[in-house]
Structure formats: structure tokens, C-alpha cells
């Protein structure tokens, strides 16, 4: 929550008392002397509040200019807001007041610092339509939302607009800007055995699955039909959204049985790939990807048509696919309709038709056998969004993964982090991880030299292609971003800040230490003596270039490209021509960062379902953790991997909701684990969890510590579980930062500019701030 | 069934058939509106009323009101309800008309929809369709006075988890391109929750237009903004808020098949988010294009509690039976 405090003169009391209630949100609380001064106190009390506030409103009118105390107060706050980062003065002129007269009463030096500000005007525009503007300012998420619309919007001219896949217009483009990724993996995502692709929202596995159809592969591979692919699959794209099963609807098993459940499921999910098929080979016939006759055609759908209905004594003529189509989706209607009627109570035997795991077999054996182009193939169900299904429903896709089989078809599925918990099947076997299937994280680990390397020429082919289509003259992304070090201006201050440490650690002085000495305490301590320097001097780190942008990705595609796109805003805002060869400037680079750094912390309690305000308290109070240990401590400053040292308690359901919350987390890559550190990912519910997290460094920058996690900071799963409660909060957090930088309680908290207070902490008003 | 809507001043009954009328009490004090204009030769056999869950003390006096109107009227039954789950209350409805028409061959439902939830809404409908009693039922609703709207707050917070209206489920395949359809309303906050957690390849918005009062004009808008701006104003389409056969035109031309976005070509999801007339109409869509696209749903994590309608305003009749 940000605080604002408002001077002004005691005769404007009325608009300032209107203004105060309708400034009071969830993000912002507004201070008065009146609420802050007691009888007795005295009135530097004010001067301490607008210390610790992060806006000072000035109402100017010509009861106010003329008052010494409000004069004051703004030049001490105009001083202040050049000397940090975080503080902002923002001048109010009041209603039915002559600006221009006014301006004529206020110092000549206050008044040259006020010029280039952006002032609430409520003398020319009416109170309705000045607040919005007053309130964007105190709120620069919300400000950055409406940037972050415009820089997203289909009609930007901005090359970095397409974060996502579904953004791509074409096949066509979309195969155009595909990158593989490293060829070990990507082999293993190619190759017949089913797959399991694994990674945070943005990390590419849409992308991925889309790049195995024959449309976008005979793009990819520049061929103009199919058969000249020689590829040997023949892939089906299914994205699993909500709405596409009607054994997704409703409590079903509170209705039926789960072995009527299944059963229904496994038809309902046959007649859906089968209908997708069907489609995909329609589409491809459209696109004369494919060749195939209409005898062809004709002796294919007869054969399905049979298969579906042998036995069922139903005359269903089915000539071609638009035939075979509505015969599917006619007994998807009757499904649907019968479990409809099943919710409500009303009996009654399932009217359709069945369809097992066999029959589908045999209907792609009927479908690689019968069209010649797919002779010898075997057929890949892309499933996309395996996370969107009901546990009963997980069960039968595992058992297909089971099933799958060369010369059939074989299952390719993506889920989001934490959305495969169970990898039992059907016949209660358990898929495991290397003989039924293989598992790729796509998410890169950083902290892993040859993640990092794969990461980098990922992203480096990504861009080249992407600035590549949009006409560029410089491809190179790392040429395209400035680099301009952290550390420029500071190097004196930070040796100084060597000596103060190690002085406290008594080991003596910087300059007399030998080389090999003085490069330890360098890479040991560098990045904490930098965030040192900043705070005292009340300014904030600056980022740019290639390395940083990818650090600050966290592994994650979309993000990189969203850092690109919005430091590609921000510097065509300038004029800067990047499109024909110029560089984009590091502080426009900077800026970026500190905006989707803000926006992505913001957006946490408005996008995540159910818990989004929990874990928004949970990031940033962890972000404060951090950060007190990246200001305090003398040996481990980058401390901000999440350590939890009894992660056996979120599997014993006791810690339910602090369990589901860091769930929920880490499926939306607000909170990443990683394969080998503390912990395999867990195969059932009940296996312990990973101990390790890591925030996503996107937020690094707004919560102001390292995005660098070299060390960790241990949690329990009470503290954790505090932390989410907005009653012990303040206790838990405060016990934590002792622990990790006991420091003296005067000079407990640093003044960051973010969340200076005398309190410790701005108590919630509204769950999630 | 006709197509014109009416005013309505006094409720009177539409035919000589057995009168059944429906209704739901809220802390919204418009689910007044239809009662309060019961004229004295109003007549039904009995009435419903279905009253959620949830604690309030509004909804109690509301309550309390009604079954006063109502026993000066005739018999009377409260049907508990869920917000959340109100298939129990619908279930028992059913089986309670189930048991009148054994009596009495013909009936009209009067419904009442002013307050009900859009859930409980389309649910509700859907199970008198396939009862077949879809055809002797006439719609009533209720507009606010006013809605205490700041347009500098949000309405409600955060989302719950997303799912579909049971019973609407689409039988599209799943390769084709992702179309989400929302009805926005004044959440512009839970419009783009609801697109970055869905992330279709496509999004069309539907602005209610005209609204209700010529001076909200542009609300929507402006609460959806941001929105607006990503998706793209192309991509914003005008659909009546209040007149459900209009509305009902506006999909048919839209998403039929010579519309923009023909329900052949894209895997559909529709989320109504706007006015509840808007979620009548897209009922009678459905009725028309049964399979063709879903109806999913983001209930809100937490309401701001300064945001709901005020006063009682005009009363409409949108569907007449047929």
C-alpha cells in the first residue's frame, strides 16, 4: 500500500475532506495532520510523516501559498523527491482557484521545481474528471496497465507483441517465428515414446505442441505438402479448455459412479480426438497440404462409421468426414443431454454409443492404413492444458499415455507446473517417468550453467527471428539492448562498503588484502555492497542489456520478450529509431523493467484464482525477508532462495492451504522449483513437496533485492502459514528478518523508499494489501 | 413466442392456464419490483420463491416483505438455495411442478429473474426446456434506479476458479481456434482475469447498448478500458442490454453462419457477464445453437461491497409464452 500525505491550508478543509474520501482505495491510504498530530505533539511529527510516505499532495490554493508551514513542507518534499527514487510530490491546484495568479504568489525557486510536474488541475477540469488523473499517479500500476494495453494491443507496432501463441494471426507466422529448443530436448519431445511437457505460463509449451502439426510442419520445414515432410508422425492439436467435456460440468460425481464416470469420460474424450482429427485432416485437404480422393475419403468414413456403430443395430450412413462429424457430434449432444438429466436426478440408461480404447486404435489404424499420405505414420495428440482436468478425467489421459503405441497413435500433453499429481491409470498402474513416457521442463533453470547457455541461444534465435519478420535491420537482440553496468558511479562507494563489512566481520581492510582475497569478497559480497550503497543513498538498481533482461526472465520466454517489448516502447516513445539500427538505451531498458516488475506484482491478487491475494502478501513480504538480508548480512547477502526446512508438513494435510497457495504459485510461475534442487518433483499428493522455492525474479527489481539466488533463507511451514495470515503477519515477519539480519531495533528498518515506516508494518485495509 | 417487450405497470395473470409464479429475494431491493406491481385480480396457483444462503440482513427484510405480499395472494413456498450450487433448488422446483401438471394439464411459469444469479439463471432454464415447459413461460425483470458505481474503485476483487454452466458444454473439436465471448458488465477487473486465465486465440466484447439510463452511456466502456485497448476496439460489439429477442438477432448475426465469427470455425466459450436480460438472450441463442459453444463463468473472489443497484426501476416483461 502506498502512502500519501496531504498539506494544505486548514480554510480549503472542505475540498481537502472530499478529496481525502475519495482517494482512500485498497492501494493508497492519504494522512492529514489532523489524523496525525495528538494535543501536545509536536509539528515535526509532520515532517517524520512525509519522511515515511511515498507521495506528498500539496493542495495549492491562495489560502495554502500563503502559508508558511505549506511552504515548507513542499520545499522540504521537493528536495526529497530529488534526492530518492520512490518519493513523489505531486501538487494539487484546488478548485475555482486562478492558476495563473497563484503561480505569481509561490517562490521563484519552488515555483521553477513545480513547472515540468504534473499537476491535478482542479481549477480547469471538473472534480469527476480530475480525480481519475490524481489517482493514476498515486497508482502507477494502474497507469502501467493501460500502457501495458497499448503495448499488447494487435495494432501495436512493436515486434515483441506476440508473447503469446494464441497472438500469432497465421500458421504461416507462427511457423516463421518457431525456435527449437536445444536439440536434446526437443528430440525427446519429437520422438514416438508420449511425452510430458512441464513449464510455467509463457515458458513455450503451446508453441511447442503446434510445431508438431503437418500445417505448421510443412511451413517449418519450407515443403509444400505433407507427404514431402517425411515426417513420421502426423499431429493433432487438442487444447483442453473448459467447456470442452461435459463430464467437466458440475459435482458428475456426486451423480454417477466414477466407474460410470470413466466410462463416459473415455468415450466422450475418444469422440473429441477423433473429431479433431477428422478436422485437422479436413483442414490440411483445404490447405492442399494433403491429397486424398474422394474414394478415399468415402471407404475411410465408411470403415469409422462402422466401427463406431458395430453391434449398436444403428443404420447410420456415414459417407465422408462431414457425415463422420455430425454422427460424432451428435453423440456428444446425447452425452451431454444424458448427464444433464443424470444431475437432476432422472434415471435411465445411456442412450449412445460407447467408444473404448480399442476403437480408437483401430479407427486411427483405419485413418494411417486408408489415406495414403499417412501410411506408416502414427498419430500425436497434442493435448494442451492437461492441468484443466478433473482428477477422474487425468486418470483415463494417463491411461491413453499407457496405451499409446508406434503405428497407432502416441500422446503428447502439456500441463502447467503442479498440474500432474497423480500418474495413476485405469487399471491402477502408475505411468512412470522414463518407460512410459518422457518428461521436459521447459522452464530454464538458471542457476545451471548449461541451462543458461540453452536459455541464452534460445532466446537469441527467437529475437533473431522475430526482428528478422518485422523488417529490422539489427537481428541481434543482444546488440539491440545497451548494456550499461550497475555499478557505474558507485565502485568508490562500494569499496568503502567492503571496508564497513569487513570490519564488522574484523577482518581487516579491502586494500590491504591479497588479489586472490579481494576477488573472494568481490564475488561473495559485490551485489550486496551494491543494494547497500543504493539504499543509503536512497536510489534504485539499474538494469540493462541482454544478461540482465535474461536473468530477470527467471527461464521464462514470455517474459523476456515482454521486458523487450516494453523497453522497445518506452524508447520509440524517445524517438529512438531501433528499427534501423539504433540501440535501445539502458534507461529505457531500466524503466521497463521497473514497470512489468510492478505490474506483474500487482496483477498477482487480480489473475490468480481463489489465492491471488494470499500470495501476492506472501511474495512481497518475502521480498522484504530478502531484501533485510541483502542490506544486513555480512556473509550470504543474495539469500533469496525459499527454503523450507519441514517440507514433510504440507504433504500430512495438516497445512492445507499454505500447501495449495504455493501450488497455485508455482503454476503460474509466480514461484518456481526445480528438478534437483531439494527434491524430485513429488509423483502423488502424498509424496513430501519440494523444499526449495525461488520467486520469480521478475519481481526482484519492484521488491528491490538480487535477483541473483545464491543462498537460502530458511522458512517453516508455520512461518510460511503466518506470513498468509493477515493477523500474525506482522509478528512472523518481523521475527523472520531478526533472524536473518539481527540488527539493532532503531535501525531495523532501512529506509527503502518502498516501505519506510516508523511502525513496522502498514496494517492490511483489504485482504491482499 | 412474441417478441416485443413491455412495460409492465400492474401484473396481471396472461391466460386462463393454472398460474405458477417464480421469484427470488435479494438484498437488492428491486426484487421488489415485480410483486409490488401484482394487481388485485392477480391470481396463481402457487408461488415459489427461492432465497440463497448467504446471511444478509437486507435479504431477510426483502424476504420478509414478499411472503407478506404473498400471503395476502395465495400459497406460498420458500425454496432455500446455493449461490454456488443452486442444482438442489432447481431439482426440488421440477419435481414440485412435475407433481402440479399431473393435476393441472396446462400451466404458466411467471419468473421473476430480477435477482436470480446468471448461474442459477440459465441452470434454471435449461431444466424447464428439457421439461418442456420452456414454451409456457413469461419473463419478468426488474432494472435498478441507480448503480452506486466509482468508477475509481473496482467492482470486486480477484476471480474463483473458472467453469461451465452445466448442461452447456460445447461439442466442437478441440483444434479448433479458441473464441471467448464476453458480455462485459462493470468488472473490468474480472473481464480480464477471466481472458489472461482463459488466453484465447480470440476475444470478442459485447458492450450493452443502449444501456438502461442514456446517462450511463459509456460506463462499460470506461470500466473496461484496458481491456478494451489489448483486445483491440475492433474487436467490441453492441448487443441490446434489455431486449432479449434482440439480442438474440445480434448473436444470430454475429456468430451464425454468415456472422464474423461463425460457430463452425472456432472452439466457442461465452461468458455472460453483463445484464441479466443479456443472459436470457443468450439462452434463446443457445436454444438455437445447442453444442455449438459453451457458457462458462468467473464468480468474483470478493465483491466490492459499494457496488450493487439502488431503487426499484422499471418493470419489464421480455418473454411472453408462446
Known amino acids: ?769 | 413466442m412474441q417478441d416485443n417487450i413491455f412495460n409492465v405497470e400492474k401484473v396481471v395473470n396472461f391466460n386462463d392456464n393454472a398460474e405458477i409464479f417464480i421469484g427470488c429475494s435479494s438484498f437488492e431491493e428491486r426484487c421488489l419490483g415485480t410483486i409490488k406491481k401484482f394487481s388485485p385480480e392477480y391470481h396463481y396457483l402457487k408461488a415459489f420463491i427461492f432465497i440463497y444462503n448467504k446471511p444478509d440482513p437486507k435479504r431477510e427484510e426483502h424476504t420478509r416483505i414478499i411472503f407478506d405480499i404473498l400471503s395476502k395472494k395465495g400459497p406460498f413456498e420458500p425454496i432455500p438455495a446455493s449461490e454456488t450450487d443452486p442444482l438442489l433448488s432447481i431439482k426440488f422446483l421440477i419435481q414440485e411442478l412435475k407433481s402440479i401438471l399431473i393435476v393441472h394439464k396446462k400451466i404458466t411459469l411467471s419468473i421473476d429473474i430480477t435477482t436470480f444469479t446468471k448461474k442459477h439463471l440459465l441452470l434454471l432454464l435449461n431444466y424447464l426446456d428439457k421439461n418442456d415447459l420452456f414454451n409456457s413461460t413469461r419473463i419478468f425483470y426488474t432494472e435498478p434506479k441507480t448503480y452506486t458505481t466509482n468508477l475509481y474503485l473496482p467492482m470486486s476483487f480477484g476471480i474463483l476458479p473458472i467453469y461451465t454452466v452445466t448442461g452447456f458444454v460445447t461439442t466442437q473439436s478441440l483444434n479448433k481456434r479458441n473464441l471467448l465471448a464476453i458480455f462485459l458488465g462493470y468488472e473490468g477487473d474480472r473481464a480480464s482475469a477471466l481472458v489472461n486465465n482463459f488466453e484465447p486465440n480470440e476475444t470478442v466484447l459485447i458492450i450493452p447498448d443502449p444501456p438502461y439510463h442514456p446517462e450511463w452511456r459509456g460506463r462499460t466502456e470506461e470500466m473496461n478500458k484496458n481491456l478494451i485497448e489489448i483486445i483491440g476496439k475492433d474487436k467490441v460489439e453492441s448487443i441490446d442490454s434489455l431486449n432479449p429477442h434482440k439480442i438474440l438477432k445480434t448473436m444470430k448475426s454475429l456468430f451464425g453462419k454468415k456472422g464474423k465469427y461463425n460457430l463452425e470455425k472456432y472452439h466457442c466459450s461465452i461468458s455472460p457477464l453483463g445484464t441479466k436480460p443479456q443472459a436470457l438472450g443468450l439462452y434463446l441463442f443457445w436454444r438455437q445453437y445447442r453444442g455449438k459453444f459453451s457458457i462458462v463463468y468467473a464468480p468474483p473472489y470478493m465483491h466490492n461491497e459499494s457496488f450493487y443497484s439502488k431503487g426499484i426501476g422499471r418493470t419489464w416483461q421480455l418473454l411472453s409464452p408462446s
Open chain 1, 1 to 769: 500500500m502506498k502512502k500519501a500525505f496531504i498539506t494544505y491550508s486548514h480554510k480549503d478543509a472542505e475540498f481537502v475532506d472530499r478529496l481525502v474520501q475519495d482517494l482512500e482505495t485498497p492501494s493508497v491510504s492519504v494522512t492529514l495532520d489532523k489524523r496525525i498530530l495528538k494535543p501536545g505533539d509536536s509539528l515535526t511529527k509532520i515532517f517524520e510523516e512525509i519522511g515515511n510516505s511515498d507521495f506528498l499532495l500539496p493542495v495549492l490554493s491562495i489560502n495554502s501559498v500563503e502559508a508558511k508551514w505549506v511552504k515548507k513542507e513542499l520545499e522540504t518534499a521537493l528536495i526529497k523527491e530529488i534526492d530518492e527514487d520512490n518519493f513523489k510530490v505531486i501538487p494539487i491546484i484546488k478548485d475555482n482557484e486562478d492558476w495563473e495568479e497563484l503561480k505569481k504568489k509561490i517562490p521563484t525557486g519552488l515555483r521553477e521545481m513545480i513547472r515540468p510536474k504534473f499537476l491535478a488541475r482542479f481549477d480547469s477540469k471538473s472534480y469527476e474528471e480530475c480525480l481519475p488523473d490524481l489517482i493514476g499517479a498515486l497508482t502507477p500500476e494502474e497507469e502501467f496497465a493501460k500502457e501495458h494495453a497499448k503495448i499488447q494491443s494487435p495494432n501495436a507496432d512493436n515486434p515483441f507483441r506476440r508473447v503469446r501463441t494464441e497472438n500469432f494471426e497465421s500458421i504461416q507466422i507462427l511457423a516463421n517465428s518457431f525456435a527449437r529448443p536445444e536439440s536434446g530436448r526437443y528430440d525427446k519431445i519429437i520422438e514416438i515414446k508420449p511425452t510430458r511437457l512441464e513449464g510455467g505460463r509463457g515458458s513455450g509449451k503451446t508453441m511447442i505442441l503446434k510445431s508438431m502439426t503437418a500445417q505448421v510442419g510443412v511451413y517449418r520445414l519450407h515443403k509444400r505438402t505433407f507427404k514431402e515432410t517425411n515426417l513420421p508422425y502426423y499431429g493433432v492439436y487438442c487444447r483442453l479448455t473448459q467447456g470442452s467435456f461435459a463430464t467437466q460440468a458440475g459435482n458428475i460425481l456426486d451423480h454417477i459412479t466414477e466407474s460410470q464416470a470413466n466410462l463416459l469420460f473415455i468415450t466422450e474424450f475418444n469422440f473429441q480426438l477423433v473429431n479433431s482429427l477428422i478436422d485437422e485432416i479436413y483442414s490440411c485437404t483445404d490447405r492442399r497440404i494433403f491429397d486424398i480422393s474422394s474414394k478415399e475419403e468415402t471407404e475411410v468414413c465408411q470403415l469409422i462409421g462402422r466401427q463406431i456403430y458395430s453391434g449398436q443395430g444403428t443404420n447410420n450412413t456415414i459417407n465422408n468426414f462431414l457425415d463422420l462429424k455430425a454422427a460424432i457430434q451428435n453423440e456428444l449432444g446425447i452425452l451431454n443431454d444424458y448427464l444433464s438429466r443424470k444431475i437432476l436426478g432422472e434415471t435411465g440408461n445411456y442412450p449412445g454409443v460407447f467408444i473404448n480404447k480399442d476403437k480408437l486404435r483401430t479407427i486411427c489404424k483405419t485413418i494411417i492404413t486408408n489415406i495414403s499420405d499417412l501410411n506408416g505414420k502414427t498419430i500425436y495428440f497434442l493435448l494442451d492444458e492437461y492441468e484443466n482436468l478433473l482428477p477422474f478425467q487425468k486418470i483415463v489421459v494417463n491411461t491413453f499415455v499407457k496405451w499409446s503405441e508406434q503405428g497407432y497413435f502416441s500422446i503428447k500433453f502439456s500441463s502447467k507446473k503442479t498440474g500432474f499429481k497423480n500418474p495413476q491409470t485405469l487399471e491402477r498402474q502408475e505411468i512412470e517417468e522414463g518407460h512410459d513416457y518422457s518428461r521436459i521442463d521447459l522452464d530454464y533453470d538458471l542457476s545451471k550453467a548449461v541451462h543458461r547457455t540453452n536459455y541464452r541461444n534460445l532466446l537469441l534465435e527467437i529475437c533473431q527471428k522475430t526482428l528478422k519478420n518485422e523488417g529490422f535491420r539489427e537481428t541481434n537482440i543482444e546488440k539491440v539492448l545497451e548494456t550499461k553496468s550497475p555499478f557505474s558511479g558507485y565502485e568508490s562507494d562500494i569499496v568503502e562498503m567492503y571496508n564497513q563489512i569487513l570490519e564488522k566481520q574484523h577482518k581487516g581492510n579491502y586494500a590491504s588484502l591479497g588479489k586472490l582475497q579481494q576477488q573472494e569478497i568481490k564475488k561473495r559480497l559485490e551485489i550486496g555492497a551494491l543494494y547497500r550503497v543504493l539504499a543509503k543513498k536512497h536510489k534504485k538498481r539499474h538494469y540493462s542489456g541482454f544478461e540482465d533482461l535474461m536473468t530477470l526472465s527467471s527461464g521464462i520466454i514470455r517474459y523476456f520478450l515482454e521486458l523487450c517489448g516494453t523497453s522497445y516502447y518506452y524508447a520509440i516513445q524517445d524517438n529512438v529509431d531501433v528499427k534501423n539500427g539504433k540501440q535501445i538505451k539502458s534507461q529505457h531498458q531500466s524503466d521497463a523493467v521497473y514497470a512489468l516488475s510492478g505490474y506483474y506484482l500487482y496483477n498477482i491478487r487480480k489473475n490468480l484464482v481463489q489465492y491471488g491475494a494470499d500470495i501476492h502478501r506472501l511474495v512481497i513480504d518475502s521480498g522484504d525477508i530478502f531484501r533485510a538480508k541483502i542490506l544486513n548480512h555480512l556473509t550470504e547477502p543474495e539469500a533469496a532462495r525459499i527454503s523450507i526446512i519441514d517440507p514433510h508438513n504440507l504433504s500430512d494435510g495438516t497445512h492445507e492451504k499454505i500447501t495449495k497457495i504455493l501450488d497455485l504459485a508455482e503454476m503460474h510461475s509466480v514461484m518456481q522449483t526445480f528438478v534437483g534442487i531439494g527434491g524430485i518433483r513429488p509423483k502423488h499428493k502424498s509424496d513430501v513437496q519440494p523444499s526449495e522455492y525461488i520467486l520469480n525474479r521478475i519481481y526482484s527489481p519492484i521488491l528491490e533485492y538480487s535477483p541473483r539466488c545464491r543462498w537460502r533463507t530458511p522458512f517453516s511451514t508455520s512461518d510460511l502459514e503466518g506470513l498468509i495470515n493477515p493477523e500474525a503477519r506482522e509478528v512472523i515477519k518481523y521475527n523472520l528478518i531478526q533472524k536473518v539480519s539481527p540488527i539493532p531495533k532503531k535501525s531495523r528498518i532501512i529506509k527503502s523508499g518502498k516501505k519506510s515506516q516508523k511502525k513496522l508494518f502498514p496494517s492490511d485495509t483489504v485482504s491482499g494489501d
